[in-house]
Structures are given as C-alpha cells and as structure tokens.
C-alpha cells in the first residue's frame, strides 16, 4: 500500500512536490533558526557570564545594592579563606576573583607631567598564578593585538583604542589614578605589557586589566575582592543547579542583619541577564508553537489547493464504492510521506547551515560598533539536542494537521450526486 | 484718613523692631571672615574618618597663604605618607611618592573625596572669604548647643561655585558659626558641619574641631580636629611651588 502511494507521489508531482518543498524548507528555517538563536542568546549569555556576572556571583549585600557602581569600599574581605572554602564545597564550580573598578589612566611627558590621560574602567583578575584560566575565559589570548599578557607585577593590558589615544605602546609607563577601598586618592604605575580588542565597543572604549594583586596593590584591597564568580566546570550555565547552590551557600554564610555577609545570586537572577535566561527558556515553545501554527496554516492551503484538483479523482474512487474513511486515510499516508521525506530533507538542510554557523560564526562587529552593553562581535550557531527534534517533529505534525483540515471535504460529498458530477 | 494712619502704624510697629532685631548680614559675615581667615597660617591637623565599614585617621600637616595658596603634607598612616597637595589659584595639584607621579586634580575629579572623608577637593579650593562670594541676610535666631545664634541665609553671587546657598548658625557673641549647611543650587542638602571646641587664639576665636557630613554620602562624618595652629607666621615661598611637591 505505502509503495503504491509512494509510487502516485513520485509519479505526480503536482501531488507531492508543493509540500514537500514547503515542508523541508520550514524545517530548514526552523533548525537554522533555533541553532542561531540558541547560539546567539546563549553567546550572550555566556560572555556576560565570563566578563561580570559569572554562573553565580558572591558580593556582599551592601555592594548586591549597587553592584553596576562597583562600589569597593563595600567589597568582601577576608576572601582567601571564602574561596577556598568554597572551592571545597562545591568542587564542580570554579570560582574567581574579580575587582572592577574605575579611574584615570594618565600618561607622563618627559618632566613628570600629564602628557595624555583617559577614564577607563578596569577588571582587576587572576592573571600570574599557576593554573589560572581567567585570561583564557575572558578570550584575552584571542584579543591581543600587541604585546603580550602580563607575565609579571606591574604589568597590564589597556584596550588597543584606548592606548593608541593616550599613545602608548608596549613597554611604556601609565599611572592609573583611582579611589582606594577606604575612598583616598591613589596612584599605580603600570608597565603597558600588550593591547587587546575585544570587538565590543563597552569593553573597547577604554579597559585596564591587571593582575589582581597589582589591583589589590592599587586599590589598598588586601585580601578582598569586589566579587567572587563561580563557573561551572562544564562550562555551561545550570539554572537549576546554580538556585541550589545558591541557596545552600545564603543559608550557610548569608545573614540579613549583616550587610557586609556575603550573598551569593545567580545568573538567572542578574538585573540584565535574567531576561535573557529566562527568554532562551521560553524559546523551544514560541518555535515549536510558530513552526507549527503557520505551517498547518500553509499546508492545509496547499492541501485545498490539492483536493480541488483532485476533485474529480476522489469523486470516480468514492463513485466505484471505496470508502470515505479509506480515501482519508490514503490521503494521510500520503501526507506522512511527504512530511517524513520533506522534514529529513529539512533537517537535513538546516544541519548543514547550522553547523557552518557554528563553526564559523557570523562578525556583527559593525553592527555592534556602538552598543553600549557587552555583546561578543562573532556570533555562533550553537546545534543541541533539541536542534534535532524542534523542525522534524512539527514538520511531521503539521503536514498532518494540514490534510486532515483539508480532508475534511472529502465526507462532504454525497454520494448521489457523484454520478451526476460525472456525467458532466 | 484714621484707618490708613492705624493701618501704617500697625505695619512700622512690626518693621521697626525686626530691623532692630536683625543685624546686616553682611556685617556679621565680615566679622567671620576676619575669626577664620588670616594672611597665613600653618596648622597641624587630623581627619577621622568614619566610614561605612570602619573609621580611619589621616594627619596632616598644612601651609596657607591668604586663600590662594596652600600646601598640605599627610603625615600618616604609613601608606599616605609623603603624599603631598599644592593649591594656586584655582588649581590643584597632588603628588604619590609611591608612583613618584604630580597629577593636576580637575574637573570632575574635584568632587572625589579627599581621602575617603567628607570632604572633597572642590571644598579644599573654596576657601575664600565668605563675602568675597555670598550675600547673607539675617533670617531668624535658634540655640546651638546652648549659645544664642543668628541664623543667617546666604546665597552666592559668583557664577562657579560648589555651593550656591549656605545656612549658617553664627554665636551672636563670637562671631563664628557653629552649625552650617551647604546647598546645591537645586535646594538639595548636599553637606552639614558642626563646629565645636571654639577657641580665642591671637584675638580670633577659631574652632578646633568640626564635624563634616557629605548628605549624599553613607558613612558616620568626618571630624576634622586642629592639632596646632599658628597664624601669621612668615611661610618661605618656595612651599607653594610645584618643586616642593616632589622634596
């Protein structure tokens, strides 16, 4: 039966290719789509996690309040002991370090005066101890544009715009001029060890970032930190995971009488990133819910289309006595094929785009020259599981959908005036 | 004809005394000026800080000359020491012998707070005489920690200025504010001072110590406490020059 229908597929095209191209290629843009949406919120996700909020982010609760200002003087201290406590309570995390802060980088002339100077915001990380990963996690090996990373104390990396307006190179001097954790005025020398672009304006304008302990040095913050992240190791953000953690670690050393305890939060519940956590969530369903609404839409149209030319076929089969509920039937088979063969071909398709995008990526650099919040430049695809399922099924299930709405004609004729609309 | 003379008389009966009540207060501000400002002076001086989280201290030893020159050297803790201030005119400069770097203090790096405190460089450069900047008008009288005052409302007629009114509580015998608010030009509160431990040092009474509360700031104040003060004492002019900075 399935080779006789088969068979009548090929054999009419009018039949059969309307909808299977139509089919392939709304799995097509599905699969495409949701690998780069994936990507692209989860690239966005992950590269905020890296630079400012981590998976989970430890503060105390009076900086918590103000965590976009950096306020330092509300830093948590005693942070050696913090982290390798928790570094051995939750071994599948890592967690780091950071101190952000702000200041002005100002460049000396000959006699000692200010030749060039700059506001800049800096990231004070882990950059010279053994086994640090922090300059691989930010992407700086990548980003480097002259120079080298900081191999020793008193070095650091400005970003390339940034140097290149104050005209410095590698192995010049700058002092970076900023507030201490107490509010005095400081003032650090560094050696300019390297350039890095970054491909984001925010991060592009004008970036400092030096070895922690230079930070600590600079800023009088002995033994405390801004901010601890925690990543997980696998590298990818566990929402459900992080809300443990996070609620065994407040329970632990969180207390609402001391705004100086620490509070741990996750990315999920981070001011500008929870949205976006929340909306890649969401997006399998708006997909799903989309793909299949407008594609039943369309091929219940093409199988109208198709069951007015063939008016005349299921009139002469109901005529010579094969029943409604066959000729539905036969109808359905004929439509699984197609939606079986078009979502394979789709997918098929989609994979192949989606796996280019993802290993090549896409350079928005331009369109993000402007933006003003932390986007990466070069934006993958990112296929997963999901990827596989998300245009093959409702391919299937609207093809579906689409003849048995179309189908439905097919009990509206009365079988009396058959011969009547034969005869003419 | 009757009523308009009870009406007139009415109305100077309540003129009369509040223009005998109230001194000039322009005349009152002249007799501050003449309390805090001197030619020169050289004064030993610590600021505690009471922070959000902690309190710290910073002594200071500071030269003044009239009101546009000033030089300042912080004398501890350990990690400001050497860390020295020049004021000219309307610039300021600081030195870090740590980065052994002078850098020019401007714009609005001005309104960073001067060690952490209460202050900030902008206070440091207003330190003119109060007339050569506002105009003050008597506006009442309260008690300041048990001694009469005058409240007086100022309000400043120069363009670019921290702050563009002041509230001053001035003892009515010494001459000397025990209390003032600044504002913005807004009407915010933006700073609070309490003066206290008034002293009669060379024919001025001067206070020893006052208390700073920067409004937008958290944190418990700043005290501001004079050590030693001497006033008109010859200052060599090489102090007020940039060369100083780095000796």
Redesign the interface.
């Known amino acids: 039966m399935i080779r006789f229908l088969f068979k009548g597929l090929l054999r009419d095209k009018h039949r059969s290719l309307i909808p299977f191209l139509v089919t392939a290629s709304g799995v097509m843009l599905t699969v495409v789509f949701h690998a780069w949406m994936t990507g692209v919120i989860g690239n966005s996700i992950e590269f905020n996690a890296r630079f400012s909020s981590g998976h989970v982010r430890i503060m105390t609760r009076?900086y918590a309040e103000n965590a976009a200002q950096s306020p330092n003087?509300?830093a948590i201290l005693g942070t050696d002991t913090l982290t390798g406590i928790i570094a051995a309570q939750w071994p599948e995390m890592e967690f780091a370090e950071r101190i952000y802060f702000a200041g002005?980088v100002?460049v000396?002339d000959e006699y000692?005066?200010?030749r060039s100077q700059g506001p800049a915001m800096g990231f004070g990380i882990d950059l010279l101890s053994d086994g640090t990963v922090e300059a691989q996690r930010l992407n700086i090996p990548s980003s480097l544009k002259s120079g080298r990373l900081p191999a020793a104390a008193h070095e650091a990396l400005l970003s390339k715009d940034f140097a290149d307006k104050l005209g410095i190179t590698p192995g010049d001097t700058f002092?970076l001029?900023s507030?201490?954790m107490?509010?005095?005025?400081?003032?650090?020398?560094f050696i300019l060890s390297g350039t890095v672009d970054f491909g984001t304006t925010a991060l592009d304008r004008g970036t400092i970032i030096a070895d922690i302990n230079d930070v600590r040095e600079a800023l009088?913050m002995h033994d405390a930190a801004g901010e601890i992240l925690g990543f997980f190791r696998e590298g990818t953000y566990d929402r459900e995971r992080a809300r443990i953690i996070a609620d065994q670690f407040n329970a632990r050393y969180s207390s609402e009488e001391d705004e100086?305890s620490p509070v741990m939060t996750t990315l999920a519940q981070d001011k500008t990133m929870g949205f976006l956590v929340d909306y890649s969530g969401k997006l399998q369903g708006i997909l799903v819910l989309v793909f299949i609404m407008s594609m039943s839409l369309i091929l219940w149209n093409a199988g109208l289309l198709g069951g007015l030319r063939r008016y005349g076929e299921f009139g002469m089969r109901l005529a010579i006595g094969e029943e409604k509920g066959h000729v539905y039937r036969t109808m359905m088979m004929e439509s699984f094929l197609i939606g079986l063969f078009g979502s394979v071909a789709g997918l098929a398709t989609g994979m192949v785009i989606a796996l280019y995008l993802q290993n090549h990526g896409v350079d928005l650099g331009i369109m993000m020259k402007n933006a003003s919040i932390m986007m990466p430049r070069v934006f993958r695809a990112h296929i997963t599981p999901a990827t596989w399922y998300i245009g093959f099924i409702p391919g299937l299930v609207s093809t579906q959908i689409g003849t048995m709405l179309a189908g439905i004609g097919i009990y509206k004729r009365q079988t009396a005036q058959l011969f009547k609309e034969l005869e003419a | 004809m009757k009523k308009l003379t009870f009406i007139l008389l009415i109305a100077i009966s309540g003129i009369i005394p509040a223009l005998a009540q109230y001194p000039d207060g322009k005349e009152i501000l002249q007799k501050i000026d003449f309390n805090l400002s001197s030619e020169n002076r050289i004064f030993l001086s610590s600021m505690v800080i009471h922070g959000r989280r902690s309190t710290h201290t910073v002594k200071m030893k500071t030269w003044t000359a009239g009101t546009k020159k000033s030089f300042t050297e912080y004398l501890f803790p350990v990690r400001e020491q050497g860390t020295k201030m020049l004021k000219l005119e309307n610039q300021l400069w600081i030195y870090s012998p740590s980065a052994d770097r002078i850098i020019q203090i401007a714009g609005h790096m001005l309104r960073q707070s001067v060690m952490g405190s209460d202050l900030s460089y902008e206070d440091l450069m207003e330190d003119s005489r109060l007339t050569e900047r506002y105009n003050a008008e008597v506006t009442g009288e309260e008690t300041v920690e048990g001694r009469a005052c005058w409240v007086i409302t100022l309000s400043a007629f120069v363009p670019e200025i921290a702050y563009q009114g002041m509230k001053l509580w001035v003892d009515r015998e010494r001459n000397i504010p025990l209390r003032e608010e600044m504002y913005a030009k807004s009407g915010t509160l933006l700073k609070r001072s309490e003066l206290s431990d008034v002293e009669l040092i060379n024919g001025r009474w001067y206070p020893k110590k006052i208390m700073f509360k920067d409004m937008l700031k958290e944190g418990m104040g700043t005290e501001l406490i004079i050590e030693e003060i001497q006033f008109n004492v010859d200052i060599p002019d090489y102090i007020f020059s940039k060369a100083s900075l780095k000796k």
């Open positions: 009076a003087d509300l002005i100002d000396a000692g005066e200010t002092t001029v507030s201490s107490y509010g005095e005025l400081t003032m650090y020398n009088d100086f």
